[in-house]
């Protein structure tokens, strides 16, 4: 296979040997080139043999370059092929769960490994090839994202809806064996794959220690959109205590095993279960932060560093702060550690039920623009309205019901902040000050 070069970077090492928009690059030190790992991985040596091709003929071109220097190379998409989709039917799938008329990316289910370790996004295996997974241990690609649910094989093709899903499993025992780290996630559904299940997968997933590094334990998100799916329930606050139970218990013993907790409940269960959230130094390197483990933790443990660092002062500042349901407890109470030291900065915090998907979800990213507009029409929301950059898609310009950032300024009639989940961050955006 080979790819074909859309562009070259003036100046580059590709443009000095005269390599041209239009050109197909078929080899690099004599590996074929597939995709963009195949690309990355070996394009980072100093001294480079290409073999490329030109209006049907081929060329042979000399690199000479800094180790880890980029090529210069731009291709068509920047996985060099068409992204690789997901063929589960996950009982608790969210794409699933997605009202109709919604922008058509929100309905692609991906599951491609190439993404997994490029950008985080989770994978579930089983599209993984054998060669796929040869090329992760020979390129030594880590590390890997995983989305395990349960490691009993049979639950797993059940909640899966893929008879191929259990096999799967045998590749996470594979890639931990062969020194590839893991980061694996279990989304658990009440009576399905928690209690003894949990357990059990918790046990599994620990015995790969050191290669299966994070463990994030996330409950299901069910949507109001559901008709025709499996009847699933939300965890209920005796439930959600049962499982931070399970998860600390089985963390307690790994972290006196292994010097190292390695599993953890997300923040969403200990707020379901009432039950406090662990200090920062409970999450070790927080390497699960994406899956909402330890952000509260992180956050407070900041902004308490970012106070005592700074000041107080007698400016007068109001202002206004925008959250899930979930949060805005949480945020409220920094608001008002706030005023110890700024008593004249008032920052109102106002929660915003998800009546788009439906109150059951509670997380500030999946706060839409059109619940946000109607819950805050005709509040007082000061001089600056602050949101969550999570409410934004990766371009921070829309959310996600397609209402733009701009639209949102100009209904509200005040200046919008997205604030990043970063103590430093929150307590710039609260003084009205730059990052």
Same mark, same amino acid.
């Given at each position: 296979?080979?790819?074909?070069?859309?562009?070259?970077?003036?100046?580059?090492? !590709?443009?000095?040997?005269?390599?041209?928009?239009?050109?197909?690059?078929?080899?690099?030190?004599?590996?074929?080139?597939?995709?963009?790992?195949?690309?990355?991985?070996?394009?980072?040596?100093?001294?480079?043999?290409?073999?490329?091709?030109?209006?049907?003929?081929?060329?042979?071109?000399?690199?000479?370059?800094?180790?880890?220097?980029?090529?210069?190379?731009? *291709?068509?998409?920047?996985?060099?092929? =068409?992204?690789?989709?997901?063929?589960?039917?996950?009982?608790?799938?969210?794409?699933?769960?997605?009202?109709?008329?919604?922008?058509? =990316?929100?309905?692609?289910?991906?599951?491609? =490994?190439?993404?997994?370790?490029? *950008?985080? &996004?989770?994978?579930?295996?089983?599209?993984?090839?054998?060669?796929?997974?040869?090329?992760?241990?020979?390129?030594?690609?880590?590390?890997?994202?995983? =989305?395990?649910?349960?490691?009993?094989?049979?639950?797993?093709?059940?909640?899966?809806? &893929?008879?191929?899903?259990?096999?799967?499993?045998?590749?996470?025992?594979?890639?931990?064996?062969?020194? %590839?780290?893991?980061?694996?996630?279990?989304?658990?559904?009440?009576?399905?794959?928690?209690?003894?299940?949990?357990?059990?997968?918790?046990?599994?997933?620990?015995?790969?220690?050191?290669?299966?590094?994070?463990? !994030?334990?996330?409950?299901?998100?069910?949507?109001?959109?559901?008709?025709?799916?499996?009847?699933?329930?939300?965890?209920?606050?005796?439930?959600?205590?049962?499982?931070?139970?399970?998860?600390?218990?089985?963390?307690?013993?790994?972290?006196?095993?292994? #010097?190292?907790?390695?599993?953890?409940?997300?923040?969403?269960?200990?707020?379901?279960?009432?039950?406090?959230?662990?200090?920062?130094?409970?999450?070790?390197?927080?390497?699960?932060?994406? &899956?909402?483990?330890?952000?509260?933790?992180?956050?407070?443990?900041?902004?308490?560093? !970012?106070?005592?660092?700074?000041?107080?002062?007698?400016?007068?500042?109001?202002?206004?702060?925008?959250? #899930?349901?979930?949060?805005?407890?949480?945020?409220?109470?920094?608001?008002?550690?706030?005023?110890?030291?700024?008593?004249?900065?008032?920052?109102?915090?106002?929660?915003?039920? &998800?009546?788009?998907?439906?109150?059951?979800?509670?997380?500030? @990213?999946?706060?839409?623009?059109?619940?946000?507009?109607?819950?805050?029409? @005709?509040?007082?929301?000061?001089?600056?309205?602050?949101?969550?950059?999570?409410?934004?898609?990766?371009?921070?310009?829309? *959310?996600?019901?397609?209402?733009?950032?701009?639209?949102?300024?100009?209904?509200?009639?005040?200046? %919008?902040?997205?604030?990043?989940?970063?103590? *430093?961050?929150?307590?710039?955006?609260?003084? @009205?000050?730059?990052?």
């Amino acid at each position: 296979m080979a790819v074909q070069i859309t562009a070259v970077e003036q100046g580059s090492p !590709a443009a000095q040997v005269d390599i041209l928009p239009g050109d197909t690059l078929c080899a690099i030190n004599g590996h074929s080139i597939e995709d963009v790992l195949d690309y990355r991985f070996y394009m980072m040596e100093r001294s480079l043999q290409l073999v490329l091709s030109r209006e049907g003929k081929e060329m042979h071109k000399a690199v000479h370059k800094g180790e880890y220097e980029e090529l210069g190379l731009e *291709f068509e998409t920047y996985l060099m092929d =068409s992204q690789r989709t997901c063929y589960n039917k996950c009982i608790f799938c969210f794409v699933d769960q997605m009202p109709p008329g919604m922008r058509e =990316s929100l309905y692609f289910k991906d599951d491609d =490994s190439r993404l997994s370790f490029l *950008f985080g &996004n989770y994978i579930t295996l089983t599209n993984l090839k054998r060669r796929e997974i040869d090329r992760i241990k020979q390129m030594h690609i880590s590390p890997i994202n995983i =989305s395990v649910h349960t490691m009993n094989p049979g639950l797993r093709e059940k909640m899966m809806c &893929n008879r191929f899903a259990g096999e799967a499993l045998g590749t996470v025992y594979e890639l931990a064996q062969s020194g %590839i780290k893991l980061n694996t996630q279990l989304v658990l559904c009440p009576g399905i794959n928690d209690g003894e299940e949990l357990r059990y997968s918790l046990k599994e997933l620990l015995g790969l220690y050191p290669g299966v590094q994070s463990v !994030a334990c996330v409950p299901v998100g069910l949507t109001k959109y559901r008709e025709g799916l499996p009847q699933l329930e939300p965890y209920t606050r005796e439930r959600a205590a049962e499982v931070v139970r399970i998860v600390e218990e089985l963390g307690d013993k790994s972290l006196a095993e292994n #010097g190292e907790r390695v599993c953890y409940a997300s923040d969403e269960f200990y707020l379901r279960a009432g039950l406090p959230i662990p200090p920062a130094e409970f999450y070790g390197e927080f390497n699960q932060l994406e &899956n909402g483990v330890g952000l509260v933790a992180s956050l407070e443990d900041e902004f308490s560093s !970012a106070l005592a660092l700074e000041e107080g002062d007698s400016r007068e500042r109001r202002i206004s702060l925008a959250t #899930g349901v979930d949060a805005a407890p949480i945020l409220a109470g920094l608001a008002q550690r706030l005023r110890e030291k700024w008593p004249g900065v008032v920052c109102t915090v106002y929660p915003i039920v &998800n009546d788009f998907f439906g109150h059951t979800i509670t997380v500030a @990213g999946l706060v839409t623009g059109k619940d946000l507009l109607a819950q805050l029409a @005709g509040r007082d929301l000061g001089e600056e309205l602050l949101i969550p950059s999570v409410m934004l898609r990766h371009e921070q310009d829309k *959310f996600l019901d397609d209402v733009t950032l701009e639209e949102a300024k100009a209904a509200l009639g005040v200046p %919008i902040r997205t604030v990043e989940n970063d103590g *430093f961050i929150l307590l710039a955006a609260f003084l @009205g000050e730059e990052e």
